[in-house]
């Protein structure tokens, strides 16, 4: 899960860059907006998983 957190913090980050959004095709800030969400979900059903279990 703490890599999960910290590749979704990475890309966050780099999607709040401007210089990068401005720079960067569309293309691969959709692909890193996809990448966030992929994350996020994985994340939260490892989540839940997790809780089941305690």
């Given at each position: 899960m703490a890599k999960l957190e910290a590749e979704i913090n990475t890309v966050q980050a780099k999607l709040s860059n401007e210089s990068f959004v401005a720079r960067a095709p569309?293309?691969?800030?959709?692909?890193?907006k996809?990448?966030?969400?992929?994350?996020?979900?994985?994340?939260?059903?490892?989540?839940?998983?997790?809780a089941k279990l305690g």
């Open positions: 569309v293309v691969v800030v959709e692909q890193e996809e990448r966030v969400a992929g994350f996020s979900a994985t994340l939260s059903k490892m989540q839940e998983s997790f």
